[in-house]
């Protein structure tokens, strides 16, 4: 007789579980953004000290939850930032334009080849990200 309510009780359990479950995880995820492409140039000013940078992305949901983090990198220099609320989440494709500053220690950037690394997250969760070399154009020292 155990056996058998256990044959009914059982099934239906796990299936509370997961429509209980189900809906949560949806909800977490309609949050998304993605990189389409980071573009191939890097703008410093004359004196190496900052450097813009260029990406296409597509995202939707709230925007609020995603933040951004960029990182520029060439030999000794070593430029990043994080930051919030910067991205048009509406489903199209845009591009989304980040001024860095050196850290620190870090060195002046110079005329030539740059690794450049781009991520998307919501909370602890990564939603895209790419890298890319890149040309750094515009220093004079």
């Known amino acids: 007789m155990n056996r058998a309510r256990l044959l009914f009780v059982g099934p239906a ?28 140039t890097a ?48 489903g199209y494709r845009h591009t989304q334009h980040v001024t860095l500053s050196k850290n620190r220690k870090s060195h002046d950037l110079e005329n030539g080849r740059a690794k450049v690394t781009w991520e998307y997250t919501a909370g602890r969760r990564s939603l895209d990200d790419a890298w890319r070399y890149v040309r750094v154009v515009g220093v004079r020292h």
């Open 13 to 40: 359990v796990a299936g509370l579980i997961l429509a209980g479950v189900a809906p949560a995880s949806a909800a977490s995820h309609r949050t998304d953004a993605h990189i389409i492409r980071i573009d191939n």
């Open 43 to 90: 703008w410093a000013n004359r004196d190496g000290d900052r450097v813009r940078v260029e990406a296409d992305y597509r995202c939707t949901g709230d925007d609020r939850d995603i933040t951004t983090h960029v990182t520029v990198r060439q030999g000794n220099a070593r430029f990043d930032k994080d930051f919030r609320d910067r991205l048009k989440c509406d």
